[in-house]
């Protein structure tokens, strides 16, 4: 053995890495050799120093925050596969459902046709075909007493067709199936009915705040502005459901409809109390993107409270700090 | 007992996959003081430390699905645990922050003032040292140091050929011993 590969050896030595026959070369090699044995000896010295470093061991707070952590993020995906569909499924769904409109409009023209006979209700539900006629009145038709807060099992959704008409069916004592516009009053009350607390599932309040947010947010806001009743189920929602994926959802919800007072203080009270993390995260970004447009002193306190918190959930609290640094104030 | 270890990672991620929180759970409880150790000697920040380990654990939740078995699960959590630090480190670089002061552990009960000064020395000096050295150097070096990884299993977890893992050990050794060696008074001095 030459010297020159001592130094490659004993770092394998030191690592584990050396076979036994490299072992025994070295260890010969060193025997006869003074210069090698002190640099073998100056090898050691680096790795028993850096043995000399503690280990950071896991903080009982660390642990609690992490465990909660990664509870909600379970529950979230969870949340998530309630959703996924496989995706030849939407053409397929929205061609039925486009087929069922046609059939049932159909059939309804077809018997208010008969002189002196009553306006049927189609499947326990609205007279679609009587839509392009009297649009609010085909849902306000079709929607059952909600007085007396009946709980509504089973609900499913059709998807919108080309006029932007979605099916939600239900069952309270009997089948119903309500077809409109989100944005018409009736069936904008039935979403808000179900986001509240009427539906028998986390997955059906789930799926109806997907609607709305889909039908609501961004572009098609300025068209369809969303009602009250929806924006006082997606805020109750988010304040008071067990859920904290119902919750994030209302939150996502929340966050793609344009800021306002009211929406901004449910947002301060979930990142003040909320006890998920992902929902607090929606509530740092929603109210970071809308105090970029008009700085507003609450939201820049509560980022400042959130980002120098030691209690809060890192990815928050980084964001919080984030964020602050994007607004001008 | 390795193969029994591995089969059990395996079970956990299986839950995982299913959507059980307690698989979750168990997983960190395994893992997270090893992941832990490893983010904390690569960012030489306590704080950013456990925030990245917890970055790992969301992500292995989400990505579950996504582990294919080619590596061990071991060897893929301290892949995206590197990753991860990776990134934290590119994002403090361009926000100009490198936090290189890491947050002291508590002080082990009847340990003097004295001794717990010189042993805080001690930690300081290696993990300046360690920040020295590249990132490529540190990792591979910290994974075979503190974690007893064999070459090859870090090659798996880096993505790189044994060779490289064996360069980056060497030079990073070679870097240290001729730091450590200019402060040798004061090491000798310390201990």
């Known amino acids: 053995m030459d010297c020159r590969d001592v130094t490659d050896l004993a770092v394998e030595r030191l690592t584990g890495e050396a076979g036994a026959d490299a072992r025994a070369a070295l260890a010969e090699h060193l025997a006869g050799c003074e210069r090698c044995r002190e640099e073998m000896a100056a090898l050691e010295g680096v790795w028993t120093r850096l043995g000399t470093d503690p280990d950071a061991t896991i903080r009982p707070e660390f642990r609690r925050q992490t465990l909660a952590l990664l509870e909600s993020e379970m529950l979230r995906q969870r949340v998530k596969r309630f959703r996924a569909r496989p995706r030849f499924a939407s053409p397929l769904l929205r061609a039925a459902a486009l087929l069922l409109a046609a059939a049932t409009g159909y059939f309804a023209a077809k018997e208010t046709a008969i002189p002196g006979k009553a306006a049927p209700v189609v499947a326990g539900g609205a007279r679609v075909g009587s839509k392009s006629v009297a649009p609010a009145a085909a849902a306000a038709s079709a929607l059952p007493d909600l007085q007396a807060e009946p709980r509504l099992s089973n609900v499913s959704y059709q998807p919108a067709d080309k006029n932007g008409r979605v099916g939600i069916g239900f069952d309270i004592t009997s089948r119903h199936t309500v077809v409109g516009r989100p944005d018409d009053p009736e069936v904008a009350k039935l979403l808000a009915y179900i986001v509240s607390t009427n539906a028998e599932t986390s997955g059906e309040k789930s799926r109806a705040i997907e609607l709305v947010s889909e039908h609501f947010s961004g572009a098609a806001t300025a068209n369809a502005p969303v009602s009250p009743e929806i924006l006082a189920a997606l805020s109750n929602t988010l304040r008071k459901d067990a859920n904290p994926g119902v919750r994030k959802k209302a939150a996502d919800a929340l966050a793609g409809f344009p800021m306002t007072p009211e929406i901004r203080t449910v947002f301060l009270d979930a990142l003040r109390s909320d006890k998920n993390p992902g929902v607090r995260l929606v509530a740092v970004d929603a109210l970071a993107a809308a105090a970029k447009q008009a700085p507003d002193a609450n939201t820049i306190q509560s980022l400042r409270e959130k980002a120098a918190d030691p209690q809060e959930n890192g990815f928050v609290r980084a964001k919080a700090a984030n964020a602050l640094k994007e607004i001008a104030f | ?191």
């Open chain 2, 1 to 191: 007992m390795e193969l029994r270890a591995a089969s059990e990672d395996l079970g956990l991620l299986e839950r995982i996959r299913r959507g059980d929180t307690e698989g979750a759970a168990e997983l960190f409880e395994r893992y997270a003081p090893a992941l832990l150790r490893f983010t904390d000697r690569m960012l030489s920040d306590r704080a950013a430390a456990e925030e990245v380990t917890q970055e790992v654990f969301v992500k292995v939740i989400s990505r579950a699905h996504q582990y294919d078995g080619r590596a061990g699960v071991a060897s893929w959590l301290f892949a995206i645990a590197a990753n991860a630090c990776r990134d934290r480190r590119r994002r403090e670089r361009r926000a100009s922050v490198v936090p290189l002061e890491a947050v002291a552990e508590p002080r082990a009960r009847g340990e003097g003032i004295e001794a717990s000064l010189m042993s805080e020395e001690r930690r300081r000096a290696v993990r300046e040292a360690l920040a020295e050295l590249s990132e490529e150097q540190r990792e591979a070096l910290v994974l075979a140091r503190y974690h007893g990884m064999p070459y090859a299993e870090i090659a798996q977890t880096l993505g790189i050929s044994v060779g490289a893992v064996k360069t980056r050990i060497f030079r990073a050794v070679e870097a240290l011993k001729a730091r450590f060696g200019e402060g040798e008074h004061s090491w000798t001095a310390a201990t």
